[in-house]
């Protein structure tokens, strides 16, 4: 019998070499794909980077739906609609510094800018800088250091700045 894992990896691995030819062709940093169950995003965290990292997840059709049956925390409030969020744009466990001694990025009350690191997210043994896409102040920080987070989790709810 032969084995079928070649076969089904080849269709995504085929897909990522082609993304890394855009990427390299076009000058891009950051290119995502995403189609049903599968997510790809590759990444360079500078110019210089020969190659980008790549995050691959596919979630079997059985979880898609249940993502965490019972929390082990109480769920934070819903973020007003007013105001905006940093989400997680990957599945991993969420850090609020760049070492257990070191301090937070940012904290409570903490006024940010766009481009600014705000967390880390490691995912499958890679580090992660997430960077906010606004500018504010942060007003509530929704997850905790050390929690697993799933992909578009809100991390920290911003005040806007005006």
Do not use: W
């Not at 020969?50 to 082990?72: D, F, K, L």
């Not at 499958?124 to 504010?136: F, P, T, W």
Request: glycine fraction near 4%.
């Amino acid at each position: 019998m032969a084995d079928k894992t070649p076969s089904s990896n080849q269709q995504p691995m085929e897909l990522i070499e082609r993304m890394l030819k855009l990427m390299d062709e076009r000058g891009l940093i950051e290119l995502e794909f995403e189609q049903a169950d599968v997510k790809i995003r590759l990444r360079k965290p500078d110019a210089a980077m020969a190659r980008p990292s790549v995050e691959y997840i596919q979630m079997p059709a059985a979880q898609q739906g249940h993502q965490q049956s019972t929390p082990a925390t109480p769920a934070p409030a819903v973020p007003a609609a007013d105001r905006p969020t940093i989400d997680s744009p990957m599945v991993g466990t969420f850090y609020t510094a760049p070492a257990p001694d070191a301090p937070a990025f940012v904290e409570v009350g903490q006024t940010i800018s766009v481009g600014q690191v705000v967390c880390i997210v490691e995912a499958m043994k890679l580090m992660n800088e997430i960077k906010s896409e606004v500018s504010g102040k942060i007003v509530e920080v929704l997850v905790q250091n050390g929690e697993s987070i799933e992909f578009g989790q809100p991390l920290y709810v911003i005040e806007p700045s005006k």
